[in-house]
């Protein structure tokens, strides 16, 4: 008999023959590719990295060739293996265009598959898309809080304006950032295309980049279970996955959207969470099954919602208890004022059910639902998020708010600045983080994205209050949404949080690259720089914990940080952390090469690094560690200009940061910025807004950085080395 697995995906039958799969592994004990005998030989294992794809009843055996990770099922485990404990009864309620699917997926479950990928269709996610959520160790991830009490995907993912088209609505998505639970069910978004949708556009607006979002008690989502991956914990919901109907459109019948309802109800009251994958490629001839789920959840309407909503399981059922008594409550007329099932699907989940309780299938803790549990989505980190857009597909009047240097940046020919509409964003590897260290400094949001917006695909913008945003930004340019964090930094004092939010958003980017917005970078000069390590400035000074002054950053005898709450008694209090946490197992190793790499830096045993740092770059494959320093220094109110550069050189030591050429000037010296900035350095610090109301300051920057922007975007080529 076959051995158990931890993976399985299960794919339609009829379409088997179109199964894609991403990367080849070998499939042989040895490293080797068995031949086709094998493969079909089911009492022999096959030997995987990492998923295993049944294939029952496939017609075209030829598939076998070239799917090396495929093994064919056949039919004589079903009648002993599964069948023993159900009832003969139970099992004659079960219609056949659902037996396979669900024989399948109770054979996977028997074979003690810790994660299950079912889809309706022929198309698989890259493999590492449903790797990165299988595992049971806590993330971070955005999770939706409204405005809306339907989460529609398709939104999240999407160009607003390829998406929406003209009608944008000027809502945006709002978020929490925090820890999710383990146990998930996780939809691929389905084919996030609209009438008159060609691949081309789709593929131009779907953002594969953005974070992964989920949705907690008190939200619903307008998506489908076509293509759904599970925990084995969370196995139960697939009931949602099951057929209703002969027809490949059974996920489209208003039957079935109730029924995803239903089992995402039930979902509220367990320890599990539902999250979101970016959509799978459309056909090539689109409809739009989205498009009818959407509108058919939107026409059950708010006040059916309300209802589900309001419906609360007896205190003493389990989880599987809870669904059935909400199958049985809305079998009721009275429920909905309509009959939302029919006999024979009612009979369906419940002999699923029945089968999930007699297998004695492992389902996840009932968490009652309560006012504490529905609050629990707006505890966290608040931001909004849009997905990137493809400025040069709608009118540049609606893909940028308006062009704020058309008449202060004159050509030379005098004539008002036409700003570039990139064809692509230069920079897709990056996300760029813009810390604004008072909030009213928001309402220049409108010149940075004609200075980075164009050149980054993704920028996210940092500031202590969501109230100051939306008055001086979205309330005025609603028509141009952009992704915004709100993060109490004490004007940036703590300014290091905005970088650890951004990391936890979850972004599948190369890195992140936060600057303050007084920073001038060179664009142009970031496309060679190396993705994989961090970026500092070319200055660092060491600061011994026990003195009570610093060198100065700039002329002056003493650094002034130095001397305040957040200088040396704040680096005393981080120096005696690192040490008590040293000494907890399960952090010794981590606090011990931390403190190892910091000595190698600053030659001395209680010593802290620290720097002007209004530009840093983090390489992705720091983020986790960074935030998990981040945090204590962040709770011991490290000021940022010893926090940034010290957890830089704890990860990885100063031969291991990238020094970035660029100047920092301080008061008076920011006069001489003509003579000191140069377009060879990365960045220069610090230009003020407010330089622009001054002619030949204005005029400087069109020439020296805005007009050398516009030349770096007119190439085509794009930076993007992330996966």
């Given at each position: 008999?076959?051995?158990?697995?931890?993976?399985?995906?299960?794919?339609?039958?009829?379409?088997?023959?179109?199964?894609?799969?991403?990367?080849?592994?070998?499939?042989?004990?040895?490293?080797?590719?068995?031949?086709?005998?094998?493969?079909?030989?089911?009492?022999?294992?096959?030997?995987?990295?990492?998923?295993?794809?049944?294939?029952?009843?496939?017609?075209?055996?030829?598939?076998?060739?070239?799917?090396?990770?495929?093994?064919?099922?056949?039919?004589?485990?079903?009648?002993?293996?599964?069948?023993?404990?159900?009832?003969?009864?139970?099992?004659?309620?079960?219609?056949?265009?659902?037996?396979?699917?669900?024989?399948?997926?109770?054979?996977?479950?028997?074979?003690?598959?810790?994660?299950?990928?079912?889809?309706?269709?022929?198309?698989?996610?890259?493999?590492?898309?449903l790797l990165s959520v299988c595992s049971h160790q806590a993330r971070t991830?955005?999770?939706?809080?409204?405005?809306?009490?339907?989460?529609?995907?398709?939104?999240?993912?999407?160009?607003?304006?390829?998406?929406?088209?003209?009608?944008?609505?000027?809502?945006?998505?709002?978020?929490?950032?925090?820890?999710?639970?383990?146990?998930?069910?996780?939809?691929?978004?389905?084919?996030?295309?609209?009438?008159?949708?060609?691949?081309?556009?789709?593929?131009?607006?779907?953002?594969?980049?953005?974070?992964?979002?989920?949705?907690?008690?008190?939200?619903?989502?307008?998506?489908?279970?076509?293509?759904?991956?599970?925990?084995?914990?969370?196995?139960?919901?697939?009931?949602?996955?099951?057929?209703?109907?002969?027809?490949?459109?059974?996920?489209?019948?208003?039957?079935?959207?109730?029924?995803?309802?239903?089992?995402?109800?039930?979902?509220?009251?367990?320890?599990?969470?539902?999250?979101?994958?970016?959509?799978?490629?459309?056909?090539?001839?689109?409809?739009?099954?989205?498009?009818?789920?959407?509108?058919?959840?939107?026409?059950?309407?708010?006040?059916?919602?309300?209802?589900?909503?309001?419906?609360?399981?007896?205190?003493?059922?389990?989880?599987?208890?809870?669904?059935?008594?909400?199958?049985?409550?809305?079998?009721?007329?009275?429920?909905?004022?309509?009959?939302?099932?029919?006999?024979?699907?009612?009979?369906?989940?419940?002999?699923?059910?029945?089968?999930?309780?007699?297998?004695?299938?492992?389902?996840?803790?009932?968490?009652?639902?309560?006012?504490?549990?529905?609050?629990?989505?707006?505890?966290?980190?608040?931001?909004?998020?849009?997905?990137?857009?493809?400025?040069?597909?709608?009118?540049?009047?609606?893909?940028?708010?308006?062009?704020?240097?058309?008449?202060?940046?004159?050509?030379?020919?005098?004539?008002?600045?036409?700003?570039?509409?990139?064809?692509?964003?230069?920079?897709?590897?990056?996300?760029?983080?813009?810390?604004?260290?008072?909030?009213?400094?928001?309402?220049?949001?409108?010149?940075?994205?004609?200075?980075?917006?164009?050149?980054?695909?993704?920028?996210?913008?940092?500031?202590?209050?969501?109230?100051?945003?939306?008055?001086?930004?979205?309330?005025?340019?609603?028509?141009?949404?952009?992704?915004?964090?709100?993060?109490?930094?004490?004007?940036?004092?703590?300014?290091?949080?905005?970088?650890?939010?951004?990391?936890?958003?979850?972004?599948?980017?190369?890195?992140?690259?936060?600057?303050?917005?007084?920073?001038?970078?060179?664009?142009?000069n970031l496309h060679s720089l190396p993705r994989g390590l961090p970026w500092?400035?070319?200055?660092?000074?060491?600061?011994?914990?026990?003195?009570?002054?610093?060198?100065?950053?700039?002329?002056?005898?003493?650094?002034?940080?130095?001397?305040?709450?957040?200088?040396?008694?704040?680096?005393?209090?981080?120096?005696?952390?690192?040490?008590?946490?040293?000494?907890?197992?399960?952090?010794?190793?981590?606090?011990?090469?931390?403190?190892?790499?910091?000595?190698?830096?600053?030659?001395?045993?209680?010593?802290?690094?620290?720097?002007?740092?209004?530009?840093?770059?983090?390489?992705?494959?720091?983020?986790?560690?960074?935030?998990?320093?981040?945090?204590?220094?962040?709770?011991?109110?490290?000021?940022?200009?010893?926090?940034?550069?010290?957890?830089?050189?704890?990860?990885?030591?100063?031969?291991?940061?990238?020094?970035?050429?660029?100047?920092?000037?301080?008061?008076?010296?920011?006069?001489?910025?003509?003579?000191?900035?140069?377009?060879?350095?990365?960045?220069?610090?610090?230009?003020?807004?407010?330089?622009?109301?001054?002619?030949?300051?204005?005029?400087?920057?069109?020439?020296?950085?805005?007009?050398?922007?516009d030349a770096d975007l007119r190439d085509t080529r794009v930076t993007n080395?992330?996966?």
């Amino acid at each position: 008999t076959l051995r158990n697995f931890r993976y399985a995906v299960i794919g339609r039958e009829q379409q088997s023959a179109n199964l894609t799969v991403d990367a080849p592994l070998y499939t042989g004990p040895n490293g080797t590719s068995p031949g086709e005998d094998t493969v079909l030989n089911t009492n022999k294992r096959i030997y995987l990295d990492k998923w295993e794809i049944f294939v029952v009843n496939l017609a075209d055996k030829s598939l076998l060739a070239t799917c090396k990770r495929c093994q064919l099922l056949k039919d004589t485990w079903r009648h002993n293996v599964l069948t023993e404990k159900m009832a003969h009864s139970d099992w004659e309620q079960v219609p056949a265009y659902a037996r396979e699917k669900l024989l399948t997926i109770l054979y996977a479950l028997r074979r003690s598959a810790e994660w299950l990928y079912v889809t309706d269709t022929a198309e698989i996610p890259a493999e590492d898309t449903l790797l990165s959520v299988c595992s049971h160790q806590a993330r971070t991830a955005p999770v939706y809080r409204g405005p809306s009490p339907v989460f529609e995907p398709c939104s999240h993912f999407m160009d607003p304006y390829i998406w929406y088209g003209l009608r944008k609505p000027d809502t945006q998505g709002q978020y929490s950032i925090k820890v999710v639970p383990t146990d998930s069910v996780h939809m691929v978004v389905n084919n996030c295309y609209r009438r008159g949708m060609d691949l081309h556009k789709w593929k131009e607006g779907l953002d594969i980049q953005a974070p992964r979002p989920y949705t907690m008690s008190g939200t619903f989502s307008s998506t489908d279970f076509r293509n759904v991956l599970v925990s084995r914990n969370m196995a139960w919901a697939l009931v949602g996955s099951l057929p209703l109907t002969g027809t490949r459109l059974s996920f489209l019948t208003r039957e079935s959207v109730h029924l995803s309802l239903l089992v995402q109800r039930v979902l509220w009251e367990s320890s599990g969470v539902l999250g979101f994958l970016p959509s799978v490629p459309p056909p090539k001839t689109p409809a739009c099954p989205s498009c009818a789920v959407n509108a058919t959840v939107h026409e059950i309407g708010l006040a059916h919602l309300n209802k589900l909503s309001a419906w609360r399981c007896k205190q003493s059922n389990n989880l599987l208890q809870c669904f059935q008594q909400l199958l049985e409550d809305a079998s009721t007329p009275a429920f909905l004022n309509t009959t939302i099932l029919s006999s024979q699907t009612r009979s369906l989940v419940y002999v699923w059910l029945q089968m999930f309780i007699s297998q004695r299938f492992p389902a996840s803790s009932r968490v009652p639902v309560s006012a504490e549990k529905l609050a629990e989505k707006d505890v966290g980190i608040h931001i909004q998020l849009t997905a990137a857009k493809s400025m040069h597909v709608v009118s540049p009047k609606l893909s940028l708010p308006p062009n704020v240097f058309v008449n202060l940046c004159k050509t030379e020919e005098s004539k008002p600045y036409n700003a570039q509409i990139p064809v692509n964003h230069r920079i897709a590897d990056i996300l760029l983080v813009v810390i604004f260290n008072f909030p009213w400094l928001v309402a220049h949001i409108p010149t940075l994205e004609y200075v980075y917006g164009r050149h980054f695909r993704h920028v996210l913008y940092c500031a202590e209050s969501t109230a100051d945003f939306h008055k001086l930004y979205g309330s005025r340019y609603g028509v141009n949404p952009v992704s915004f964090v709100e993060i109490p930094h004490r004007a940036g004092y703590w300014g290091y949080d905005c970088m650890t939010a951004a990391a936890r958003t979850g972004y599948k980017v190369a890195g992140y690259l936060q600057i303050s917005d007084d920073v001038i970078v060179n664009v142009w000069n970031l496309h060679s720089l190396p993705r994989g390590l961090p970026w500092f400035q070319s200055s660092l000074k060491v600061a011994q914990v026990d003195r009570k002054w610093a060198p100065d950053v700039w002329v002056t005898k003493y650094w002034w940080p130095w001397t305040l709450f957040c200088g040396q008694p704040a680096a005393v209090r981080v120096y005696e952390r690192l040490r008590a946490l040293r000494t907890l197992p399960e952090f010794t190793d981590r606090i011990a090469t931390f403190l190892e790499n910091l000595y190698l830096v600053t030659g001395c045993d209680r010593c802290l690094t620290y720097e002007a740092s209004d530009i840093f770059y983090l390489p992705a494959n720091l983020a986790s560690e960074f935030t998990f320093f981040s945090d204590i220094f962040s709770q011991n109110q490290v000021f940022l200009e010893i926090a940034i550069p010290s957890i830089l050189s704890g990860l990885v030591t100063d031969a291991g940061i990238y020094r970035l050429r660029g100047s920092y000037l301080w008061f008076q010296d920011r006069d001489r910025c003509p003579y000191v900035y140069t377009q060879f350095d990365h960045f220069y610090h610090a230009w003020k807004m407010s330089k622009f109301a001054d002619v030949k300051q204005a005029s400087f920057f069109c020439k020296e950085v805005l007009f050398r922007i516009d030349a770096d975007l007119r190439d085509t080529r794009v930076t993007n080395t992330s996966s």
